[in-house]
């Protein structure tokens, strides 16, 4: 069973500090998305990364692909209490036309 | 626009009933799967299709039938509603490719409790 770890699970972090989520695997991956989610909704695409080594800027939102396409970080600088929700990464598996979902980080930025 | 839309958005069952969760989408999206949210699981892929007429298991499959004769719609039904099956349902829709970097658009879920 293939499986995408991310961490940490919770992050209850002050607003203008920074924070990196990871997303981890053991398995290669055509491509990695990032999603995030709101309560009450489904998840929203933020970036898909495909080339290994890969870096993507989203404004305050870094994204990098690790350089073997088995791992990736979301690194937001000066976090704002409109950040708050939960980050998911999501891995293609190649070959297929499956996903795998990592167990997502619940992040909460306080005023 | 509508983009994936998803009905019931809630529902309650009881242990043994079944039922079918609709979803639709109206962007003629090749690709549309099926995925369960559980706490501290992520979403978990339970039937995926590529296409009108083929389907495919995913990783939690059982317990679960789809079908897809439109390109449209991709309805879940639940044979035989176990607790097990308590959970947060949503429908995704993307433009099809293997290994593919093509966005998923999420519905907004189905909520299912089953007593």
């Known amino acids: 069973t293939q499986l995408l770890e991310q961490s940490p699970q919770f992050l209850s972090i002050q607003e203008g500090e920074n924070l990196t989520v990871y997303c981890n695997s053991s398995?290669?991956?055509?491509?990695l998305q990032w999603y995030r989610q709101e309560p009450g909704e489904g998840p929203v695409l933020l970036v898909t990364?495909?080339?290994?080594?890969e870096v993507k800027k989203l404004k305050r939102l870094t994204f990098q692909f690790g350089d073997a396409r088995k791992d990736s970080s979301l690194h937001i600088t000066a976090a704002q209490t409109g950040d708050t929700g939960l980050y998911l990464c999501?891995?293609?598996?190649?070959?297929?036309?499956?996903?795998?979902f990592g167990t997502g980080t619940r992040l909460k930025v306080l005023a | 626009n509508a983009g994936v839309t998803q009905t019931p958005k809630f529902q309650v069952l009881k242990t043994g009933q079944s039922m079918t969760l609709q979803c639709a989408q109206d962007?003629?999206?090749?690709?549309m799967s099926w995925y369960r949210q559980d706490p501290g699981m992520g979403l978990r892929l339970i039937h995926y299709?590529?296409?009108?007429?083929?389907?495919d298991q995913g990783e939690v499959p059982n317990g679960y039938n789809v079908s897809r004769s439109t390109t449209e719609d991709f309805p879940l039904r639940l044979l035989s509603a176990a607790p097990s099956q308590t959970s947060v349902y949503f429908c995704?829709?993307?433009?099809?490719?293997?290994?593919?970097?093509?966005?998923?658009?999420f519905g907004d879920g189905t909520r299912l409790s089953i007593l």
């Open positions: 995704a829709s993307s433009r099809q490719g293997r290994g593919s970097n093509q966005p998923q658009h």
């Open positions: 398995s290669v991956f055509s491509s």
């Open positions: 990364v495909v080339t290994g080594g």
């Open positions: 999501a891995g293609a598996v190649s070959g297929t036309y499956k996903y795998i």
């Open positions: 962007m003629n999206h090749e690709y």
């Open positions: 299709s590529v296409g009108a007429g083929i389907t």
